[in-house]
């Protein structure tokens, strides 16, 4: 029997420095371990049938990730026993928030994202003035050209938008935007952090929520 | 280095704002699954257990699996991880004035009370003395005092302590499963008497197979070999002889899961300890003897606990010498029962050269299989297979490499040594001509998928075992082994792998040291010598500069062939075999004479009469030598 289910979780502190390839291997084995077996796919070489909607990049939370899982369970199962079992084997770095059974011909998820929204705080100590100044002037400009991975590319339409966090839980000042996130077209925080001349690698980087096209199935 | 941050909180936040900035962040967190954190404050033992190396390759070092669970099961003491920074990121701790830290709560190394150190190779030493300089801990034994944490160290490559002794405070010679608690205790009640650093040592020194380098003192002749080695106590025994555990315990089953990509991602379960071939080129063989077995349940029953908690597809069963399991066909049944079921890969490394091995292979092979197999024949003439004492037809390698092609897989991986005691280039060619047989057949039997790797290695004369008095090639030589291999070898469209012969000269000085030796690693180190261990940081020059530093001459180490009767600078620890046995062994090497496996006759090596009491505690054919009867006069 093959089943397809849709995880939403958070990634948090402990996995906070895996790469996305990484988290799919850590993925394999929490299943494992929660004693849901995985489906394979046909072929030389059979991969376990498991797909991320969107890779989250190495050093980045999650607090709302979003994973399909095809599984091959010996007797139908239904998502609050997948939501138990994964509960009750806990995997550090992982929290589950829900999990839904899907049709097995939903479409994939990868191929919906068009926008994801981060949470950004500075881990420098930023006058919020100066940070609120520096915002404004770079929502006005038309063009933001920036290099990356010796590619030259305009990072401005790619800000769908950005704004002081009025209620930050810490005491760090931060950031709230919604950046692009289709296919060829996606922005990264920390090129907004760089951008707005601040040290791109003193941050702490949260995705908050994926957008999607069309209602996913 | 010095050291600005003290605080854990503090090295978290100093994380943070750098791990970003650096290869592999993963690597300096901490966090996997089955790590054990516990109260710090409350905790009155803390130890830290450190492979001198990259996470990655410390991480499934099965030594320290072993002695983390142990020593976290204990309520009275926690086991933290330490591995060594990668360059990048040693170099902005070291700018920032960050120690070196344990991975759970993040503490400075300087403040643990016992820092042990496993040592499987000798091209970690340098790595070590970084790692003191690290953590603001003095390089020397002697320069460290009382609020200075213990530096204990073990593993394979400590079976001659010396180059690395004057860094050390206590050696573990052999199996650390029992001595770690004795250690623990001693410790525990040495502090509540509040004790001196020397009282400690002194303390140290009763513990069988604890070996307290700083009660010894070696002298030495004026060409340098080692005239005595002198006590200056009498509590320090005269010979330490290694520890070994009579019967093995369980395996460890709750392993850390990396959550990063390391070397080896799987379960690890040794299946049996100790060789009884008696390969005389081979180190492990003579100082892990005796070989006892864990029983096939016991291994089954490891396996699904181990599967359970980490949730690997991957198990190797470990040992010397896999064929040598008296239960191997049951075991490999029953594991092949269980693997397929659960779409597992089984590994099963070190098989004999035979048709058995290719027929065990195919029952593991599950669906998602490796497709190469590898086999180690080290040689490839019957003369040098008699010296080494590793005998293996060649007509019996082609069989069994016919087996591996017929039985489906594509590629076969061959391990030869080059530099032999008594080599010559015919012995070399020989390799390429066997190689290119066994290629040949593969292309009969599978077609142009066929394929054939070669690793050669250099051989290193190691210290307790047969070979241990003679000198090895000179790079010259091996070089001009290797072009004769690679000449013999164009257009075979077989591929070659080999170890940069200078690479095995480190390793060669290294293994056979003196205490003297200790001076040409500090200096190495001092001139910026570390990860020996890795290709493209080792760095001869800065070697030869050492050498000149110490005034010492390499050759002394290496090309140097020793007298029968010489006092080696490792002659006070003992495996549990005999000199006089090895020495035996030397002779008959030159005579190609052959010892066959000593399960079938025992050759009286010294591990019986060392270990008789041992062994009357332990009685049973777990244990592969003769049982003693209670009456006997081994
Ligand atoms: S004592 Fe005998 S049987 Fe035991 S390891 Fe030595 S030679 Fe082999």
């Not at chain 1, 995997?91 to 919906?112: D, F, M, Y």
């Not at chain 2, 029953?301 to 980490?310: E, G, S, W």
């Not at chain 2, 593991?364 to 040098?384: C, H, I, V, W, Y």
């Amino acid at each position: 029997m093959l089943q397809r289910f849709r995880i939403d979780y958070a990634k948090t502190q402990p996995l906070r420095y895996v790469s996305s390839l990484d988290l799919q291997k850590i993925w394999e084995r929490y299943l494992r371990r929660a004693g849901l077996t995985l489906a394979y796919s046909h072929g030389f070489s059979p991969q376990p049938r498991l797909q991320q909607a969107h890779p989250l990049p190495l050093g980045y939370l999650g607090a709302h990730e979003l994973i399909d899982i095809w599984l091959e369970p010996a007797v139908e199962l239904t998502s609050t026993e997948v939501q138990q079992r994964l509960i009750a084997t806990p995997q550090p770095g992982i929290e589950i928030n829900r999990v839904e059974a899907i049709s097995l011909e939903a479409p994939t998820l990868a191929k919906q994202v068009t926008a994801a929204d981060y949470t950004v705080w500075l881990l420098d100590p930023v006058d919020p003035k100066e940070l609120s100044q520096r915002v404004s002037q770079l929502l006005n400009a038309s063009s933001l050209p920036r290099e990356r991975r010796g590619k030259v590319y305009d990072l401005r339409p790619l800000i769908e938008s950005l704004s002081l966090l009025t209620d930050s839980p810490s005491n760090l000042v931060g950031l709230q935007m919604r950046l692009a996130a289709r296919e060829g077209a996606s922005g990264r925080p920390e090129e907004v952090i760089a951008a707005l001349g601040f040290d791109p690698f003193a941050v702490r980087i949260l995705r908050t929520r994926l957008h999607f096209h069309a209602p996913s199935g | 280095m010095n050291i600005r941050v003290t605080e854990p909180q503090e090295i978290e936040v100093w994380l943070e704002n750098n791990l970003m900035r650096v290869q592999k962040p993963g690597r300096y967190v901490g966090g996997e699954l089955n790590q054990v954190v516990k109260e710090w404050s409350s905790t009155p033992v803390k130890v830290a257990l450190v492979f001198p190396d990259l996470y990655e390759i410390g991480v499934p070092n099965l030594a320290l699996t072993i002695l983390y669970e142990a020593i976290n099961q204990r309520p009275d003491a926690l086991a933290e991880r330490v591995y060594l920074p990668a360059t990048d990121m040693e170099d902005l701790m070291r700018a920032a004035g960050i120690p070196i830290y344990g991975l759970e709560t993040k503490h400075p190394l300087g403040q643990f009370d016992i820092i042990g150190i496993t040592l499987p190779y000798e091209t970690l030493y340098t790595n070590v003395l970084n790692l003191f300089d690290l953590a603001g801990i003095p390089l020397l034994a002697a320069e460290r005092h009382e609020n200075h944490p213990v530096i204990i160290a073990g593993g394979h490559a400590t079976f001659n302590p010396e180059p690395m002794a004057p860094f050390i405070d206590a050696f573990v010679i052999g199996e650390g499963e029992e001595v770690i608690h004795e250690i623990l205790n001693t410790y525990k009640a040495w502090r509540s008497r509040s004790g001196s650093r020397e009282d400690l040592l002194y303390s140290l020194l009763e513990i069988p197979g604890v070996y307290v380098p700083r009660f010894y003192i070696p002298h030495y002749h004026s060409d340098g070999t080692i005239q005595s080695i002198e006590r200056t106590t009498n509590f320090a025994p005269a010979t330490v002889y290694k520890r070994v555990v009579g019967r093995l315990p369980a395996p460890p089953t709750r392993p850390i899961v990396p959550s990063i990509d390391v070397v080896h991602n799987r379960i690890a379960i040794e299946i049996m300890r100790g060789c009884t071939r008696g390969c005389r080129f081979c180190h492990a063989g003579m100082v892990t003897r005796p070989v006892r077995e864990r029983s096939v349940e016991e291994i089954l029953h490891a396996i699904r606990q181990a599967l359970q908690n980490t949730g690997y597809e991957e198990v190797a069963l470990l040992s010397l010498s896999s064929s040598d399991y008296s239960q191997i066909t049951h075991l490999v049944e029953r594991v092949s029962q269980e693997a397929t079921q659960q779409h597992l890969v089984i590994s099963l490394p070190s098989l004999r050269i035979e048709t058995v091995s290719v027929e065990l292979m195919d029952r593991l092979k599950g669906k998602r299989q490796s497709n190469s197999f590898t086999l180690a024949p080290e040689a490839a003439t019957d003369r040098m297979r008699a010296v080494i004492n590793k005998p293996i037809e060649t007509q019996q390698l082609l069989e069994t490499t016919q087996a591996i092609y017929k039985h489906g897989w594509t590629k076969v991986k061959l391990y030869f040594m080059i530099g032999h005691p008594t080599e010559t280039l015919e012995d070399v060619r020989a390799i390429a001509e066997v190689s290119r047989q066994v290629l040949a057949e593969g292309r009969r039997i599978v077609g142009r998928r066929a394929s054939l790797h070669l690793g050669v290695s250099t051989f290193v004369p190691k210290p307790h075992t047969p070979f241990q008095w003679l000198p090895c090639d000179t790079p010259e030589q091996i070089q001009a082994k290797q072009r004769v291999l690679l000449e013999s070898l164009k257009g075979s469209g077989i591929k070659i792998n080999w170890t940069d012969p200078k690479e095995t000269l480190l390793e060669a000085w290294l293994s056979r040291g003196d205490r003297r030796m200790a001076e040409v690693i500090y200096h190495a180190w001092s001139l910026g010598a570390k990860f020996d261990a890795w290709q493209d940081h080792f760095d001869y020059q800065k070697w030869m500069m050492a050498f000149q530093r110490a005034n010492l001459d390499p050759a002394f180490y290496t090309h140097r062939q020793r007298s029968l009767d010489e006092t080696f600078p490792w002659d006070h620890i003992s495996p549990g075999v005999r000199k006089a046995y090895l020495k035996q062994e030397y002779l008959n090497s030159l005579q190609g004479v052959l010892r066959p496996d000593c399960r079938l006759r025992c050759f009286a090596c010294g591990i019986l009469p060392t270990y008789k009491e041992l062994r009357r505690q332990y009685p049973g054919p777990h244990w592969k030598c003769p049982e003693v009867p209670v009456h006997a006069r081994a």
